[in-house]
């Protein structure tokens, strides 16, 4: 029977292990997706759409659909998503692994402001400065909402969902980015600070190289840990090699 693997997708990472899986010959793919984005990237293989119900819904469907591996790619702050795979995994004892994009680091030139979550980055933002472009994603804004003095560019992929700072400037746009592109941005809205989180990957990380060119403060939502005793590769390869289908 060919072997079964189940992606949790969503990124750029899963999309490309799903081509990669879907091209090896005797190799079902399964990709899931949370549904939280209307028009997602064109995935390979089979799709599912939607939640499974937590831990325990997740390893009845691993069970029913026979899945042989499974694959976290969600984002690096899917972090409800990551814990429920990990029981899942542990609880059908399927092989499973993370896939993780390495996350970024600051070079000698950086401003960097490192925090914990998206509530302790409002909190420094009044220090920094009264014009912020804000990359965390269209569902965290609330923790910015009190911040009525501040202006707010917000980037993203579809329209932000309230409660959301009054005076908030929204700009639908996917990546990838670059750094002139950025640069320019920056420019033209007199951005002062730079929110994001620690996505990691290029396709956004040419706000940064904009932001030490115009040496402006960023402030950087360090990711959430991941269950204890996970397995986690940096890119696809890395899962391949994982799954014992690198060389199939």
């Known amino acids: ?24 010959p005797g190799v079902r793919v399964t990709t899931s997706l949370a549904g939280r984005v209307k028009r997602p990237g064109a995935v390979t293989g089979d799709v599912r759409i939607g939640g499974f119900g937590g831990a325990d819904g997740l390893a009845d469907w691993v069970r029913e659909q026979r899945v042989d591996a499974l694959v976290d790619a969600t984002h690096p702050f899917a972090e409800a998503m990551t814990e429920n795979a990990a029981r899942a995994a542990a609880a059908t004892g399927v092989p499973a692994v993370v896939l993780r994009r390495p996350g970024w680091r600051p070079g000698p030139e950086d401003r960097w402001y490192p925090v914990g979550s998206l509530a302790e980055a409002a909190g420094l933002l009044p220090l920094l400065g009264p ?16 911040l009525t003095e501040l202006h707010f560019v917000v980037r993203s992929v579809e329209l932000p969902e309230p409660p959301m700072p009054p005076r908030t400037e929204v700009l639908l746009a996917r990546g990838p980015f670059t750094v002139d592109d950025e640069s320019a941005l920056l420019s033209t809205h007199c951005v002062d600070v730079v929110v994001t ?52």
């Open 197 to 248: 989180k620690d996505s990691g990957g290029a396709a956004t990380a040419a706000k940064l190289t904009a932001a030490r060119r115009l040496a402006l403060p960023v402030v950087v939502v360090r990711r959430p840990p991941l269950p204890v005793g996970v397995e986690t590769v940096p890119d696809v390869a890395g899962a391949l090699e994982r799954l014992g289908l690198s060389r199939r």
């Open 1 to 24: 029977m060919a072997p079964h693997v189940l992606i949790l997708g969503g990124t750029t990472e899963a999309r490309e292990l799903a081509a990669a899986l879907t091209a090896l």
């Open 131 to 146: 014009r912020v472009f804000l990359t965390t994603g269209r569902l965290g804004l609330a923790a910015f909402a009190h």
